[in-house]
């Protein structure tokens, strides 16, 4: 493959083998039935094999199409082990492979990017990519001067592809929806969209990469690769070793579950704090765990800014909801515009869906595990599917300076989930989150991060 479909005619015809293939191996499950095997045999096959088309053509797909399956991948610790069983280890793929693009197309791209004597930066240049994923495929080489470097390069056609995708992305929606139950995939499409035509763009990528690297330089947790250049659709950052995230949580011992889940709970909160930017793709392809303990961050290119006021907001809001009144937690929702002003809602009911969102803060230690995942989920669930005209779903909205924080913090519980790992969270919140500590008022809490840094 030289680069992504990019025709939407081409890509529309790939997306509609999904349910084309789903219904057919349907059918092949209930023929092989007379023959005697068992339903749940036969559901499972069928299962299986639809999770792996799945991967196929998203990942033949690449840009949005295949992102929006990255994210499914982290949201199975909600779903019933029935449903989710079948897709793990298809989806999870996702994070971390795709058919790669010839080296005469790579080479091409590096041109664009880096000059025609491009060749001449690098000590070695491996052609076979190290790991391919949504919008790009990363290289491993050596720079001229000695240094082991990620090189990445972006699939030619990524924003053309990004376009068509989500034009035909309803087809998409209506397959995945009933497959993985408990999930609202149209709203996560429509952020993913405005957030996939950030990620196209490098030279933002390479900023918000160089920020997190001079907020984390040093740290004894964290090691942010600095970035080494950048032009076009090439980004080259020095490279990073160590057991991605993803082997720990397919058989990590409990111990170091524990720690890469603190590590990772830590690095979201911190990041707002020490240089006003979220990670807001935190899937486990994007992270290492290093021979010394510390927590590898890739993939800056969803980065988003969160200011001290917001900061603030959200540690105010975390604290009511762990230990405001139903009262206080209705008058917060208004105040940030998750209701309207004339919303009139049951207190209770909202106090209810809060707390038990904010529970993970609400004792010295917490466990995340699939099953408190899924509960949430079904608890989620049954609130969205809700449609009496009093109901809470009607009344509730995420406002817009909030969706950033919400996937990268609802994305991170479900890889935390999938590590289920247990931890001081609380800590982390009374240490990074401004507004969160009693007593932290708004003048205080804008400064409060940093100095606990």
Same mark, same amino acid.
Request: with cysteine; net charge negative.
């Given at each position: ?15 509609? !083998? ?7 191996? +349907? ?5 092989? @039935? ?12 069928? $299962?299986?094999?639809? *999770? ?26 909600? &779903?019933?082990?029935?449903? /989710?069983?079948?897709?793990? *280890?298809?989806?999870? @793929? ?10 005469? !197309?790579? #080479?091409?791209?590096? /041109? ?87 990620? &196209? ?11 997190? #690297? ?15 250049? $950048? ?5 080259? +950052? ?40 979220? #990670?807001?793709?935190? #899937?486990?392809?994007?992270? =290492?765990? &290093? ?41 917060? *929702? @208004?105040?940030?515009?998750? &209701?309207?002003?004339?919303? $009139? ?6 106090? *209810? ?8 803060? /609400? $004792? ?66 009374? =240490? ?5 500590? !009693? ?12 100095? !606990? /840094?």
């Amino acid at each position: 493959m030289s680069e992504i479909p990019r025709r939407a005619v081409t890509r529309s015809a790939k997306l509609a !083998t999904l349910p084309l293939g789903f219904a057919g191996r +349907t059918a092949l499950g209930l023929g092989k @039935r007379t023959f005697g095997r068992p339903a749940e045999t036969v559901a499972l096959e069928v $299962q299986r094999r639809t *999770a792996d088309q799945l991967f196929r053509v998203l990942g033949e797909l690449k840009g949005g199409a295949m992102k929006v399956g990255q994210l499914l991948s982290i949201f199975e610790a909600g &779903l019933p082990e029935e449903m /989710a069983g079948p897709f793990r *280890a298809s989806l999870t @793929r996702l994070q971390e492979a795709a058919p790669p693009m010839p080296a005469a !197309t790579t #080479h091409r791209v590096m /041109a664009e990017g880096l000059g025609e004597d491009w060749q001449e930066l690098f000590a070695e240049f491996d052609d076979a990519p190290a790991a391919a994923a949504s919008i790009g495929q990363v290289h491993r080489a050596v720079w001229h001067d000695g240094r082991e470097v990620a090189v990445k390069v972006q699939y030619p056609g990524a924003g053309k592809a990004l376009m068509s995708d989500f034009n035909q992305i309803s087809r998409l929606s209506r397959l995945i929806t009933p497959l993985f139950p408990g999930i609202e995939v149209k709203p996560v499409v429509a952020d993913l969209k405005r957030r996939l035509e950030k990620e &196209l763009d490098y030279d933002d990528e390479a900023r918000a990469q160089a920020a997190f #690297h001079r907020a984390y330089d040093g740290d004894p947790d964290f090691v942010v690769p600095a970035v080494v250049a $950048q032009s076009g659709n090439v980004l080259v +950052t020095e490279w990073l070793d160590g057991t991605p995230l993803s082997k720990i949580i397919a058989g990590g011992p409990q111990d170091l579950r524990d720690r890469a889940g603190l590590l990772l709970f830590r690095f979201l909160l911190s990041g707002p704090a020490r240089c006003e930017l979220i #990670h807001i793709d935190p #899937h486990p392809g994007n992270f =290492r765990v &290093l021979d010394d303990g510390r927590l590898g961050v890739m993939d800056f290119g969803g980065a988003a800014r969160v200011p001290a006021e917001l900061q603030w907001s959200i540690g105010r809001l975390l604290r009511i909801g762990t230990l405001g009144t139903p009262e206080e937690m209705v008058e917060a *929702a @208004r105040d940030e515009g998750f &209701l309207a002003p004339d919303a $009139q809602v049951d207190p209770e009911q909202l106090a *209810a869906l809060v707390s038990a969102h904010a529970f993970p803060f /609400a $004792q010295e230690r917490f466990r995340y595990t699939r099953e408190w995942m899924r509960q949430e989920t079904a608890r989620g669930m049954g609130i969205a599917t809700d449609l009496r005209p009093d109901a809470l779903a009607r009344h509730l909205r995420m406002p817009p300076q909030y969706m950033a924080v919400s996937r990268a913090l609802s994305s991170g519980g479900g890889v935390l989930c999938q590590l289920e790992a247990e931890g001081a969270f609380r800590a982390e919140a009374e =240490r990074w989150l401004p507004g969160f500590a !009693t007593g932290d008022d708004l003048d205080d809490g804008l400064t409060g991060g940093e100095a !606990t /840094a």
